[in-house]
C-alpha cells in the first residue's frame, strides 16, 4: 500500500507562489508514475500535471503552463508542485496522485493511490 501525504498549500494574494510536496511511503518510488490533480469546490478533478518516471518528461495542462513546474526527488520520494502567478481561478484542494501503470495520465482513474490533499486559496 502506498501512502501520499501532501504540504504546502494556504493562503495568499494573486500573483504569488506556493510549493507543494507530496511524500510517498513506497519502495520503488522512482518507478512511479506521478501526477498532480485539482478539485474546485462543486467540480470534478482536474488534470494539472504528471511526471513519467522512465523518460523523465513532464506534462501540463494548458491552464497552468508555463505559470505551475513539477518535479521529483527520488531519493527522497517526494513529488514537488511550483506554483507561481497564482489566479483566483487556481483555487483548490490539489492532490497527488500514484501509478504504476505504464505511462502517466491525465485521467484521475488510471491513478491507483491518492493523498489526502492541500488547500490553495487564491484571493484576487
Known amino acids: 500500500q502506498v501512502q501520499l501525504v501532501e504540504s504546502g498549500g494556504g493562503l495568499v494574494h494573486a500573483g504569488n507562489s506556493l510549493r507543494l510536496s507530496c511524500t510517498a511511503s513506497?519502495?520503488?518510488?522512482?518507478?512511479?508514475?506521478m501526477a498532480w490533480f485539482r478539485q474546485a469546490a462543486g467540480r470534478q478533478y482536474d488534470f494539472v500535471a504528471h511526471?513519467?518516471?522512465?523518460?523523465?518528461?513532464?506534462r501540463y495542462a494548458d491552464s497552468v503552463k508555463g505559470r505551475f513546474t513539477m518535479s521529483r526527488d527520488d531519493a527522497k520520494n517526494t513529488v514537488y508542485l511550483q506554483m507561481n502567478s497564482l489566479k483566483p481561478e487556481d483555487t483548490a484542494q490539489y492532490y497527488c496522485?500514484?501509478?504504476?501503470?505504464?505511462?502517466?495520465?491525465?485521467?484521475?482513474?488510471?491513478?491507483?493511490?491518492w493523498g489526502q490533499g492541500t488547500l490553495v486559496s487564491v484571493s484576487s
Open positions: 513506497a519502495r520503488s518510488f522512482g518507478t512511479y508514475n
Open positions: 496522485a500514484a501509478t504504476k501503470g505504464e505511462r502517466p495520465t491525465a485521467l484521475p482513474d488510471d491513478y491507483e493511490y
Open positions: 511526471d513519467n518516471w522512465l523518460y523523465r518528461s513532464t
